[in-house]
T-cell receptor, first 113, second 112 residues
């Protein structure tokens, strides 16, 4: 978890709210990821950014909007979410062409009311 | 359908015992990785084994890979209470590490 910082740690929002999750990596990596972790389900890969370009979008609803302004920062903008979107959202980074392992942040526990 | 499935879903052992977790997957892989997650936290990488390797060690961890059976196992020897966590296998089909597919995990509880 060291080297990847996520804020906020907890977020409660109503279905009409707009909020953003932030992720910052201090490891000099060239790829960043958003994963969703729901109870009793496998981690779901949502988005992948490699060299600041989105290279993966796993059919995620448009109410989730990622942004990667540079190689160190990743955002997930949220709007008009549904209660089933409540989950732990994990950011990760890696070095493509390097040792192929992911470094995760501590996650944002999101509750949608 | 998910690529990796861990077995058992939950495991409870006494401190000092060994813990074995298994992972099965469906398609050919470039490498397989094991991660650990403490409750409500992010995942931490433990070990990576490539498709041309059969066994790998790291401290008290031993990972095996059988590509003919499409399965892997993670053995934690001499377990400690601090090993209590969820353990996930993740498969990398393409190599490069930018698209890992995770299983649902094994919840390990090590009791004093």
């Amino acid at each position: 978890e060291t080297g990847v910082t996520q804020t906020p740690r907890h977020l409660v929002m109503g279905m009409t709210n707009k909020k953003s999750l932030k992720c910052e990596q201090h490891l000099g990596h060239n790829a960043m990821y958003w994963y969703k972790q729901s109870a009793k389900k496998p981690l779901e890969l949502m988005f992948v950014y490699s060299l600041e370009e989105r290279v993966e979008n796993n059919s995620v609803p448009s109410r989730f909007s990622p942004e990667c302004p540079n190689s160190s920062h990743l955002f997930l903008h949220l709007h008009t979410l549904q209660p089933e979107d409540s989950a732990l959202y994990l950011c990760a980074s890696s070095q493509i062409g390097g040792d192929e392992k992911l470094f995760f942040g501590s996650g944002t526990q999101l509750s949608v009311l | 359908s998910q690529q990796g499935e861990e077995d058992p879903q939950a495991l409870s052992i006494q401190e000092g015992e060994n813990a074995t977790m298994n992972c099965s997957y469906k398609t050919s892989i470039n490498n397989l990785q094991w991660y650990r997650q403490n409750s409500g936290r992010g995942l931490v990488h433990l070990i990576l084994i490539r498709s041309n390797e059969r066994e790998k060690h790291s401290g008290r961890l031993r990972v095996t890979l059988d590509t003919s059976k499409k399965s892997s196992s993670l053995l934690i020897t001499a377990s400690r209470a601090a090993d209590t966590a969820s353990y996930f296998c993740a498969t990398d089909i393409t190599g490069g590490g930018n698209k890992l597919t995770f299983g649902t995990g094994t919840q390990l509880k090590v009791e004093l």
